[in-house]
């Protein structure tokens, strides 16, 4: 998700600077609050029924049973589309989406509330989940996990994701252009057997698994230089004019039949040599892991829990990253040089990755997408993060 300061994810829970984890005290009154309007109404019913028969008290169950859906309706709502259901209002705490910051809309809404509903209505199952929610650096419960979401105090959401763009634009600048890589040129050492097809300049790559190493169509060399003439050009014929006038200039000049008037000028001296300009500086690209390392970007670097190479990769840097709660896969990114400069690709991870730019725009990477980065972009991959950084050689 966006950040409303600048700097790193914060260690441990890998939210942004700024955000921070809605404490489980307030939740639990925020659900108390949720939950008063249908307690009330089946306490209602179940003091009135007794007294009704027949088609009364069929009537009056009836109605009292579609008031509580219309309030669930109410509050799937307000979490759904606005982060915060009416209990979570008056708290001032925020269900979004953890890697964008946005509400999870409906589908993660009714899956974490039926999903809280069946581990939470059996005796273990609950006492599961709250160790689980105490335990969690970032207070989720298996129901939050699944959804991936999370519970934040109230801050300002960032807007909507442009349906043209394939990551999340959190900014409130003006609309960045997405990344989008013109052509991917590899390594020396990718196989050329391995060729996806080719792409034009901004449209994404296949949604599938990054599963082969990238390369280029293969097409018809272009020539360097000037392009070649299909044929010689022909040279023009003309008439010569008769001698000119006397003291006047001949039409041609070069023409056997005329005769210059005067001998021709020396050549301008040219003038003095400037100083050439200065050699650009060359750079080192750098990524700047959470736990405090340094890795040099020099070719092809795989990260995760037990980074493996595939066919062609293997000159691959491989950098193993301890994860206690199993956020990062075993080959999880992937990133590169070329020469259009450092990108990332995620590896067809389980919980994804996520770049984000110094400017707060956030871009989700979606499997095997080619991602270029610029310098202080910070890219997440599950609850770990890394800093991309220069320095000069």
């Known amino acids: 998700m966006s950040s409303p300061l600048p700097g790193s994810p ?29 307690a009330v109404l089946s306490v209602v ?23 509580i859906l219309a309030w669930v309706l ?8 606005r982060a915060a259901s009416p209990g979570m209002r008056v708290m001032k705490l925020q269900l979004v989406g953890f890697y964008d910051g946005r509400p999870v809309g409906w589908g993660r809404t009714i899956i974490r509330a039926l999903l809280f509903g069946v581990v939470g209505g059996t005796f273990i199952g609950l006492i599961i989940l709250l160790i689980l929610l105490v335990l969690h650096p970032r207070k989720q419960g298996w129901h939050d996990l699944v959804a991936k979401a999370v519970v934040i105090k109230q801050r300002g959401l960032p807007p909507a994701q442009s349906a043209s763009q394939p990551g999340i634009a959190a900014q409130s600048a003006p609309q960045q252009q997405p990344y989008a890589p013109a052509q991917y ?6 196989p050329a057997q391995h060729e996806p097809a080719q792409h034009d300049a901004g449209q994404q790559y296949a949604q599938e698994p990054y599963a082969q190493p990238y390369a280029p169509q293969p097409g018809p060399p272009q020539p360097y230089g000037e392009p070649q003439q299909p044929y010689a050009q022909p040279t023009p014929s003309y008439v010569e004019p008769a001698p000119a006038a006397y003291g006047a200039q001949p039409r041609y000049p070069h ?4 005769q210059p008037s005067a001998p021709p000028a020396a ?22 892991l959470d736990d405090g390392r340094e890795i040099s970007i020099d070719g ?12 062609g990769e293997e000159d691959a840097q491989l950098i193993k990253l301890a994860d206690e709660t199993r956020t990062v896969s075993k080959s999880h990114l992937a990133i590169g040089l070329d ?5 990332v690709v995620d590896r067809g991870s389980t919980n994804g990755s996520t770049v984000t730019t110094p400017e707060g725009v956030s871009t989700r990477c979606q499997p095997g997408e080619i991602i270029y980065v610029e310098e202080e972009s910070i890219v997440s991959i599950g609850d770990h993060w890394l800093r991309i950084r220069t320095t000069s050689v």
């Open 339 to 343: 020469a259009a400069g450092l990108f």
């Open 300 to 311: 092809l670097v795989l990260l995760g829990r037990n980074p493996q190479p595939q066919p």
């Open 255 to 258: 023409s056997p039949h005329s």
């Open 10 to 38: 914060q260690q441990g829970t890998g939210l942004p600077p700024g955000v921070e984890v809605g404490p489980l005290g307030p939740r639990f009154v925020a659900y108390l609050i949720d939950a008063a309007v249908p």
């Open 267 to 288: 050549p301008p001296t040219p003038p003095p040599a400037q100083d050439s300009a200065p050699a650009p500086t060359p750079t080192q690209w750098l990524a700047e």
């Open 74 to 81: 109410v509050v799937w709502r307000g979490i759904a589309t």
């Open 185 to 190: 040129q590899p390594a020396q050492h990718e």
């Open 45 to 67: 019913l179940s003091l009135v029924q007794p007294n009704l028969s027949g088609v009364a008290a069929t009537v009056i169950t009836l109605v009292f049973v579609l008031a």
